[in-house]
């Protein structure tokens, strides 16, 4: 069955970074867009990044644009996000999930992010 585990969270001053993995298993890897997702507290989970199925092709939101990088390694299935500038507003649980068609119905457990002085 699909598996998602993420990792890399922590607790890190404003303006520092972290590197989020997601560990991917169930499906065949390389044939998904990938995208990470943050949950803050009291928030809707919200969109972070997009990576195509290749790599090729990235998006991210608005307030990360510039700040976060995300990329993968389908040759290990795994997804990552390197997140520099860090601000308190990042403050969130990440998950990463399969692009589909249909809203997920499986989520991981995500890594918890805390910006915090």
């Known amino acids: 069955q699909v598996q998602l585990v993420e990792s890399g969270g922590g607790l890190v001053q404003p303006g520092g970074s972290l590197r989020l993995s997601c560990a991917a298993s169930?499906?065949?890897?390389?044939?998904?867009?990938m995208n990470w997702y943050r949950q803050g507290p009291g928030k809707e989970r919200e969109f972070v990044a997009y990576i195509s199925a290749i790599g090729g092709i990235t998006n991210y939101a608005n307030s990360v644009k510039g700040r976060f990088t995300i990329s993968r390694d389908n040759a290990k299935n795994t997804v990552n996000l390197q997140m520099n500038s860090l601000k308190p507003e990042d403050t969130a649980t990440y998950y990463c999930?399969?692009?589909?068609?249909?809203?997920?119905?499986?989520w991981g457990q995500g890594t918890q992010v805390t910006v915090s002085p």
């Open positions: 999930n399969r692009v589909l068609s249909r809203p997920a119905d499986y």
């Open positions: 169930g499906f065949t890897f390389g044939n998904y867009a």
